[in-house]
């Protein structure tokens, strides 16, 4: 080869190596780029995972935001499915008593049997084998002796052990049967406690009902209770949910280009609206539990409230934020419960509900009595025979209406009764001149063994419009249903004094020792029929 081919060969290995070195690199690049892009595409993959999973988590607040709400707005429909009344026979117990069990002692051990030896042949006896017979017998007879008296002695244990087990066996059963019968006692005393309309027992029912009524978890049950025996009234003080029951943020969002999660808050009017909604709905069911586990309650006085502290000073207080007080008569059938506006038909019982309960803005009770220190008393089950005292129900009609008048001229009144036909429904008329009453007051004096309606006191209303007079009195020897004391505060202008406030009257006017011999009404299971009056 010659010096041009050789540098034409040269030429051709360097053209050569430099396309190869060309490629390496192309290839090079080309699995850097393609690295790249499958790094952005990881990198893209878990961006859309990582914002997936905040969405998720968003969407999950949501759903269980949206959850609780609806839990909470559903009490009533809800809770009129479950049945609260209390099956007193399924607190009584049937004592399980276990079978004796003597184990190993339950049997005698099998007695021993006599074997006797065999006896020796002919042969045998020739050669010595009678003697030897005998004395195999005498011993056999020796080891039997002592089989028996073994025997006899593991009999003697196992009967006295038969006798420890039994006897055990009969203090537990003895222990079991009392244990039950105590138990089923108390169960016995409160369904007779029931019966006679005792307040302990009314009351201890209307906490266990309160206690089973269906609502959240995470509410509070507090109660306490006092029971009007006079005119089958059962008040509630009952602690309701804090306004921290209803979530401020009404919902979630997920911001994916700043990577925030942002709350949307409730509406200060959304806020008071849901709360109003489960005040009414958790009332409107205590309520309902109450009256349908008890069918002998004439009404029930429920007042809502909640514990928070005092932004004025601090303290624990306890305001009251709902008060009402419901008739049976009232209360619509489970069927309409489902239906009702919660609020609408709690108003409907003229409920007073806090203007601003979210704010907890406390309000006044409906029914005014003291909590810390009243608890009704049974006044009207004492019979005549017991004491020696007068007994208002021993008097006339006219007598009861002179006895009326006096009490007001002993206050200071001048007072007149009416005569007793034509006295368009007024038993007495009375004149203060001083501004409280303002002149003429009417009077209606009702001598009565049962309970007082509300027409008696529309009787009064009608006959203060008649007689243009200032103010009504309506007294009576037995009590007032609560509409006739919502009717009466309606009105404005009429005073309502039952049988346990007229002894005290007139012995602090009269300072005469009175009582009031209504015997105690039958009671039953179940509403119990009106009686008529003793008196027109």
């Known amino acids: 080869m010659g010096s041009k081919g050789f540098f034409h060969e040269i030429q051709r290995q360097r053209r050569l190596a430099a396309q190869e070195a060309l490629r390496r690199e192309r290839a ?10 499958a790094q952005a595409a990881y990198e893209k993959q878990l961006r859309l995972e990582y914002t997936q999973t905040r ?6 607040l949501n759903r269980n935001l949206a959850q609780w709400i609806e839990q909470v707005t559903s009490i009533l429909v809800e809770g009129v499915h479950y049945s609260p009344w209390i099956d007193l026979d399924a607190d009584r117990t049937t004592p399980a008593l276990p079978p004796l069990d003597l184990g190993q002692y339950a049997h005698p051990c099998p007695a021993p049997q006599w074997t006797a030896p065999s006896e020796p042949g002919r042969l045998s006896r020739m050669f010595g084998g009678e003697d030897k017979y005998l004395a195999r017998v005498e011993e056999e007879r020796a080891r039997f002796d002592a089989a028996i008296m073994e025997h006899a002695r593991q009999e003697q244990h196992r009967q006295e ?21 105590e138990r089923n006692a108390v169960v016995d005393a409160r369904a007779a406690g029931l019966e006679a309309r005792n307040p302990p027992e009314v009351e201890w029912l209307a906490g266990r009902v309160l206690a089973r009524t269906p609502l959240p978890d995470t509410f509070p049950r507090a109660t306490e209770f006092a029971f009007d025996p006079r005119r089958e009234l059962l008040a509630v003080r009952f602690e309701l949910p804090g306004h921290d029951v209803i979530p401020s943020d009404r ?12 709350a949307v808050p409730r509406t200060k009017a959304q806020l008071d609206e849901l709360y109003r909604e489960v005040i009414a709905q958790t009332t409107l069911l205590c309520v309902r539990d109450l009256l349908g586990a008890d069918p002998a309650l004439h009404s029930v006085h429920f007042d809502g409230y909640v514990r928070q502290h005092n932004p004025a000073t601090g303290e624990m207080d306890d305001p009251t934020i709902v008060s009402t007080s419901v008739e049976r008569a009232q209360l619509p059938p489970d069927t309409n419960l489902m239906n009702v506006a919660p ?6 019982f003229d409920t007073l509900i806090s203007g601003h309960p979210y704010e907890v803005e406390p309000i006044a009770s409906t029914l005014d009595f003291d909590w810390n220190r009243y608890r009704f008393v049974k006044e009207f089950d004492a019979a005549a025979t017991l004491d020696s005292r ?3 129900m021993d008097m006339t009609p006219t007598q009861f209406e002179h006895l009326v008048r006096q009490i007001f001229q ?12 034509n006295d368009d429904g007024v038993d007495a008329v009375i004149a203060k001149r001083t501004p409280l009453i303002g002149g003429l007051a009417i009077v209606q004096a009702k001598q009565y063994r049962n309970v007082i309606g509300v027409n008696h006191v529309r009787e009064l209303a009608g006959a203060m419009e008649e007689k243009k007079a200032g103010w009504g009195i309506l007294i009576t020897t037995s009590w007032f249903t609560t509409g006739c004391e919502r009717k009466a505060r309606e009105h404005g202008r009429m005073e309502l004094i039952d049988g346990q406030q007229l002894v005290h009257l007139i012995e602090e006017h009269l300072h005469k020792r009175v009582l009031i011999g209504i015997q105690k009404r039958p009671r039953r299971r179940g509403p119990v029929a009106p009686q008529g009056p003793v008196v027109s």
């Open 28 to 37: 090079i690049e080309r699995d850097r780029k393609q690295a790249e892009r």
């Open 390 to 392: 007068p007994d208002l």
């Open 343 to 348: 609020q609408v038909c709690l108003r409907s």
């Open 55 to 60: 969405k998720a988590g968003v969407e999950a």
């Open 410 to 421: 002993a206050q200071g009144a001048e007072g007149w009764t009416t005569q007793q036909s």
């Open 251 to 262: 919902e979630f969002k997920y911001i994916a280009n700043k990577d925030e999660q942002r």
């Open 161 to 181: 052990q038969v006798a420890r087990l039994t006897a055990a066996h009969a203090d537990e059963i003895a222990r079991i049967e009392q244990r039950a019968a």
